[in-house]
């Protein structure tokens, strides 16, 4: 079973001194104070040469990987880095929920400007805006609508009707076209022109079949419990998947994680390379 | 007809979609009950679920959307409605906005049928927003403290489906259904610290990889895709939307293999013709 | 688990010895060799392709945030941008993830810049389609569609919605070139794309562009770490098939090593 941690460094006097929850007045100039502040911050930086610039960018990746590689050697009892990984978990969502923001403007700009400049199929462009407003009314308006009102049964039909009536269905049609692409890339795809492809073919037929009633009903009649047993479709399928294919999914899996752990390791020690990497600050 | 053998290459994808939307359509309207054999992995998670210690309960992460429900749905009915016939408490969660509201209208559909009352044989937990494995970590130490209402806004404590339920040493089984790679924050933070049993339903095309946790013990079972919810639904002795569709997977099976067929004949035959006409020469 | 395991403890700090001083060997001036990977060296006859026919090209790199997996698709959308803005042509790049589009940008206007090609770059072409998997699917498919793009490349982690891009990206005619390390997609991408990188392929893309040491560098040591697991699970088979299945103790305490007495 786990091993309890203790509070994390400072946790219980940052806890109770700086990040309490603020009310009314203290709220709005600890806000404005942020937003100076950062302001400033930000002036400094950019005001800072270059490679001052880039050894701080280093020092600040170093230390926010540091402080996750720590967290993770450090055995649990006695961690006193575990308490902070759920408040900057908070922390990271709630910085990546700005980036919302940042979608939003771009799709207005590129389909705003298709409608302003009627380019070719600017009319798409309007619909992506009414559905846009739409769902938001329909959304914001089922959750706020003063409940035991003759709105409220409304505002639900409406909010049914886009998301019940309208997304659901949508979002499993997009989905269901795998079905008919998966069909035609088979037939384009499955050429015998080699024996590895061949081999691929037979394997393909076999679990094919054997994952359907129709193709296991071929090899019934082998007995269940009988030293052929293993040559009934699906008991063949079965081994196909968890043991062949189990084992190259094994090999690739392996192949990729060591590369993302090198990634990662470059990236951490700023060693990575590439446009955005050596960019000039 | 070595011309037409030879058009069999390149049958136009209009006639492919075609026959694709009449061998799923058809036995849909005349629906087949044929045999299912039931896989070792989908034994296994009706076993899990059926061995549920008394008055524990079950976690239902429903992380699947509007566009794998397809698959996904059929599979958390029949082992919801599994969870219903033998008593046992559930909790619908997920780290997924949408999974919550589309399995809470499933579980409403399969209480009707049995009786069974929501907040006293199941509760709705929603989505919890926030990093997965932060939610996870904190849900296993105090599941009241980290879910504080329903879906419906409900304080956790009302519901008697949740007495005696305080942390993840409470929870007997969590059952996993997913479209995307989720599974792994459950694997780390539950399964992987607490030893908490896990069981999954996924859809077909990510089963592969599956299978490799599965073979490690880290999975008690696995339902695959539609057919997963078929080989349940035998299990459980209901005649579902699993089996009612497996006719239509079958046929759409063997029209794929019977398309490989033809565009093999007509690549044999177009090299027959070129072998022909280059002897000639 | 929420904290390292014994064999954490040995292997990782092991594998990352082993990269970085690999990286400082390659730094040193050793040679390195990669093998030839199709797939990459097509990207830059495709692009070529695409401006004969005056048509664009599609960059798709995947479902995920930043990440690692989506940082190392965006070096490549940089090396595709350069050779694209040689030709002045375009490079429509569509996102899941909102927080991608400046650092796309960004590669971009600098792969334009560096050819001169400032005026060819448009920033309407990096944009936010959804951050829901089919909405994304359907909005590239009819991207792909009406600007009939003659190139696309798929590089990053994908989903279900692969299969979708890449057939649709066949119906119009499209050279496509797809890296990925998600290993199930890899059969989609196989069967409807022209090249198809996978699995550590996809991390040493960038090496085999730049051929810059710290990157070729890394590229072996990640060999080299592969050579390490090898063997632990070599040893490992080797002593199971010897003990046989009665040593549950052996089982038990290969579990205990891994998993540091979690579940």
Redesign the interface.
């Known amino acids: ?2 091993k309890v941690a203790p509070p994390a460094l400072f946790q219980n006097w940052l806890s109770s001194h700086i990040f309490t929850p603020l009310s009314g007045g203290t709220f709005y100039i600890a806000l404005v104070g942020s937003v100076i502040f950062w302001c400033l911050f930000l002036f400094i930086l950019q005001s800072l040469p270059s490679p001052i610039r880039r050894r701080l960018l280093v020092v600040t990746t170093f230390v926010a990987g540091l402080f996750y590689s720590v967290e993770f050697f450090w055995p649990a009892e006695g961690n006193r880095l575990t308490g902070y ?2 408040p900057l ?2 922390f ?2 709630i910085m990546g929920g700005f980036g919302l923001g940042i979608g939003i403007i771009s799709l207005c700009n590129v389909h705003g400007k298709a409608i302003f400049r009627r380019q070719p199929g600017y009319y798409n462009s309007i619909a992506f805006f009414l559905a846009f407003v739409l769902m938001i009314v329909a959304s914001f308006w089922q959750h706020y609508v003063k409940p035991d009102t003759s709105m409220e049964a409304v505002a639900k039909q409406f909010y049914s009707f886009m998301f019940d009536g309208l ?6 049609t ?3 076209l ?3 692409f ?3 890339a ?3 795809a ?4 080699s024996a590895e492809a061949s081999l691929m ?1 037979i394997t ?2 076999i679990v ?2 054997g ?7 071929l090899t019934n009649w082998i007995p269940a419990d009988g030293p052929l047993a293993g040559l009934r479709l ?1 008991r063949l399928t ?1 081994w196909i ?2 043991g062949l ?2 084992a190259a ?2 090999a690739i ?1 392996f192949g990729a994680m060591v590369g993302y752990i090198a990634m990662s390791l470059r990236v951490w020690l700023s060693l990575e390379k590439g446009t955005y990497f050596e960019k000039e600050l | 007809m070595v011309d037409l053998l030879i058009r069999l290459q390149h ?1 136009d ?1 209009r006639i ?2 075609s026959l ?1 939307i009449l061998s ?1 359509g058809i036995p849909i309207l005349i629906p087949i009950d ?4 039931v ?2 992995e989908a034994k296994g998670l009706f076993e899990a679920v059926k061995t549920v210690p008394e008055g524990k309960l079950v976690i239902i992460a429903a992380d699947w ?6 698959e996904c749905g059929p599979q958390t009915r029949a082992v919801i409605r599994h969870l219903f016939q033998t008593g046992k408490r559930f909790a619908i969660f997920s780290i997924i906005p949408i999974g919550p509201e ?1 399995a809470q209208k499933i579980a409403e559909e399969e209480s009707k049928g049995l009786g069974k009352k929501y907040g006293k044989d199941w509760v709705n937990w929603g989505f919890k ?3 997965p ?2 939610t996870l ?2 849900l ?1 130490k105090n599941i009241p403290g980290v879910v504080k209402t329903d879906i419906n806004g409900t304080p956790i404590e009302k519901l008697p489906a949740m007495k005696n339920v305080n942390d993840i040493s409470d929870v007997g089984l969590i059952a996993e259904f997913t ?3 989720v599974f792994e924050y459950y694997l ?2 539950l ?6 049993p896990l069981v999954q339903g996924c ?1 077909a ?5 599956q ?2 946790y ?2 490690s013990g ?1 999975l008690k079972g696995l339902l695959v895709g539609l ?1 997963g919810a078929a080989e349940y639904e035998t299990l459980s002795h209901v005649m579902g939307e699993g089996r009612r569709a ?2 239509s ?9 019977a ?2 067929v033809l ?2 004949i007509g ?1 044999y035959a177009s090299r027959r013709r070129r072998g022909a006409s280059d002897g000639q020469r | ?2 904290h390292a395991s014994p064999a954490a403890y040995v292997v990782l700090p092991l594998l990352s010895a082993i990269i970085v001083a690999l990286i400082f060997r390659a730094r040193a001036g050793a040679f390195i060799f990669i093998r030839k990977i199709p797939g990459i060296e097509a990207m830059e006859e495709a692009v070529g392709r695409a401006t004969e026919m005056g048509r664009p090209i599609l960059f798709s790199v995947g479902l995920g945030g930043i990440d690692i997996i989506t940082l190392q698709a965006i070096e490549v959308v940089g090396h595709v941008g350069r050779a694209a803005a040689r030709f002045r042509n375009r490079v429509i790049v569509p996102l899941v993830d909102p927080l991608a589009i400046p650092v796309v940008e960004e590669v971009l206007r600098e792969a334009y810049s560096s050819q001169g090609a400032q005026e060819a770059f448009r920033s309407e072409d990096v944009r936010f389609l959804s951050g ?3 909405a994304y699917a359907a909005g590239v498919v009819g991207i792909m569609n009406r600007e009939q793009v003659a190139t696309s490349f798929y590089f990053g982690s994908f ?2 919605e692969a299969l979708i891009l890449a057939e649709t990206g066949q ?1 119009v005619g499209a050279v496509q070139i797809a890296g990925t390390p998600s ?2 997609q890899v059969p989609f991408f196989i069967t409807t794309c022209d090249y198809t990188i996978i699995g550590e392929e996809y991390y040493a893309t960038t090496a085999y562009l730049g051929r810059d040491a710290t990157l070729m560098g890394s590229v072996v040591g990640q060999d080299f770490g592969k050579i390490l697991l090898f063997a632990v699970m070599l040893l490992g088979v080797l002593a199971a098939s010897v003990l046989g299945p009665e040593a549950q103790w052996f089982a038990e305490y290969v579990g205990l090593w891994a ?1 540091g007495g ?2």
């Open positions: 079973m786990e990984v759920e978990g908070v990271l969502q997304y659901v269905p949508l979002d499993s997009v989905f269901s795998l079905a008919f998966i069909v035609s088979a037939y384009r499955f050429r015998i022109r073919m393909a037929f094919m079949l994952q359907v009633p129709i193709g296991m009903a699906e079965n998947l968890t294919n189990a999914f094994r899996i | 049958i994808r492919i979609y694709v799923i044929l045999p299912v054999f896989s070792p959307q509007a566009g794998t429900q397809g589309l927003a926030g990093s494995l932060t970590t904190s296993a479209g995307s790679g780390q933070r399964q992987g610290v607490y030893g908490t859809t095309v990510i089963a592969p990889e299978y490799t599965l073979q880290q057919r497996m006719t997977q079958s046929l759409a099976h063997l029209l794929v293999m398309l490989i565009g093999n690549l | 688990m929420e829901e998997q089919f989903a279900a119906s290993a199930l998993t979690g579940g």
